[in-house]
């Protein structure tokens, strides 16, 4: 499996327990700049924020990818519909939640969200 982390590293922690709950070992992790401009448009900036990955069009729709989003609300809601139309689906995505009453800040892996089923059962509420 690949995580494509648009977002802060993952600590040995992190990763560990990614593995655990996606029951898949993390092959690679590819780190990407999610920073944006947001004086320009936010469409431009996202394109060339996937193209950072490196990969290959057979590789999006070939790889088992899980994607740690940016935290910005609206690069992560472009960055999922630009990834559907590389991959073909929506990838898996990580949600991480604080680690309560931790010295410094910090977060734990919560769940993998299979967005892909996300949506395919919404259709089914049309």
């Not at 999922?80 to 898996?92: D, I, N, Q, S, T």
Request: with cysteine.
């Amino acid at each position: 499996m690949i995580l494509l982390n648009f977002s802060h590293p993952f600590s040995n922690e992190q990763l560990q327990q990614l593995q655990e709950l996606a029951a898949k070992k993390v092959d690679r992790v590819i780190e990407i700049n999610a920073q944006i401009d947001p004086q320009q448009p936010i469409a431009p900036q996202v394109v060339a924020m996937a193209d950072r990955a490196g990969l290959s069009s057979t590789e999006w729709q070939s790889l088992p990818l899980v994607v740690n989003p940016p935290s910005l609300n609206i690069s992560a809601a472009v960055l999922l519909a630009e990834l559907h139309g590389r991959c073909g689906y929506f990838p898996a995505a990580v949600r991480l939640r604080p680690v309560p009453d931790s010295v410094p800040p910090r977060f734990a892996v919560a769940e993998i969200v299979n967005l892909q089923a996300v949506r395919e059962q919404a259709r089914r509420r049309r």
